[in-house]
DNA sequence: GTCTATACTGAGATAGAC
DNA sequence: GTCTATCTCAGTATAGAC
């Protein structure tokens, strides 16, 4: 009966190590205990049975965004929510599920990485993935659609390094503990609410002449095109 | 004798397409029009062929960052050089690369999704890596090792998904034409570099109580810890 | 309905003939 | 250097026991 339940709870331990593509459907049922047609006959396919892992867990989190908004979008009235507020809202209940299960927030971020994701946040998430970006145009007006949501891109992966990246900087291994988690996801918060209220991007200077002239004469220092 | 780059041209445009997992050895063959024991030969795996398809190429773009770095070090004379220069040396190389090849940056960016890329980094990057990561701190002293580092992070996972990312809007295809490169290379330096110039992210406040208490009692809109 | 046994196709890798 | 044959292991499909 709980057949289907090892083998959620097997692929979600194996897969947040060692990535979907890393994880065969063998090492799942043998750490599972269970045959491996029973895999196909409970979930269909390899990918089936990543969606029904996620979204067992993920729309919880899911749901906890949602009221998280629709809280502070009441509180606010007519005026927009701040920035950070509506990051407060996405990333809290992310904090809180990292909290309880470290390794299913892993396991997002791994996916998220591997770009198996975002077909499944457009199949299952895409209203409140819209009410988010909302949720930001109104506190950033001034940013047009395409900036905005090339800068919640970034936001996601940003997201995803933070939860599942691995360390470039061999001497000195960051993530030692799980307890770190809330601190790098508020470090991210901090990051990510600073780059939301930058100012807009300047959409000038089109490749007039080679922008790459910065080569070999020295490039100047005042007067840059980047609103830093 | 073209065997060689036959296979590396065939195994950049599959795997900038398809990314890593998703192409086999047998279509890259059939493309190159070679035998499959020839990969082999030449390369010794496909992880290795992977290694050799992105070297040939990312050495020339590291070479030009760290020649932009030491340009900017050099005029800056004894004091830091600002967050938006070190980015622009960083990042300067890698549109130019894109200008040339939009492939192979994709191919980068799928690679670092992948979570195959660090590796290769630390084995043949490392030096030039550390030299941004003490330029960055040079230009904000203020920051911890540990929180420069993690911005860092963030930085390459945002950068990921602004090259290879898939778009989460359906309605709306972001990146139309590869002109737009450029562009939102630039939009991703805005983000990143107010990101880098936030203000430090305060360590206080270890979990007393639940800070989930946020969740059904209203939140205090004015006391955020988050500097934002 | 639930699970087992087994076979099928395609993957990466390797040994050895030429 | 190159190619054939073959090995192991992956995901998948199905027939049939209970």
Redesign the pocket.
């Known amino acids: ?1 709980d ?1 289907k339940q090892k083998i959620l709870d097997a692929a979600e331990r194996l897969i947040a190590t060692q990535g979907f593509a890393g ?5 799942i049922i043998s750490e599972a205990g ?5 895999v ?3 979930f269909g ?3 089936d049975l990543l969606d029904h892992v996620i979204l067992r867990k993920a729309a919880a989190v899911n749901e906890e965004r949602r009221r998280l908004i629709e809280q502070f979008e009441a509180e606010a009235g007519p005026g927009p929510v701040s920035v950070e507020r509506v990051l407060t809202a996405f990333f809290e209940p992310m904090i809180e599920a990292g909290a309880r299960n470290p390794q299913f927030v892993k396991l997002m971020g791994r996916m998220y990485g591997e770009g198996l994701l975002p077909a499944l946040i457009e199949k299952h998430f895409q209203p409140t993935l819209t009410r988010f970006a909302q949720a930001l145009q109104r506190a950033r007006p001034e940013l047009s659609q395409g900036e905005l949501r090339w800068r919640m891109q970034f936001m996601f992966g940003a997201m995803s390094q933070a939860v599942c990246g691995q360390d470039m900087f061999p001497q000195m291994s960051v993530q030692a503990d799980d307890s770190a988690f809330a601190l790098v996801m508020r470090r991210l918060m901090v990051f990510l609410c600073a780059g939301f209220q930058a100012a807009i991007t300047p959409e000038a200077e089109t490749d007039e002449g080679n922008r790459y002239s910065v080569g070999h004469s020295p490039v100047p220092a005042g007067d840059s095109p980047k609103s830093c």
């Open positions: 009966m057949t994880t065969s459907l063998r090492q269970v045959n491996l047609a029973a196909h006959y409970h396919s390899k990918q």
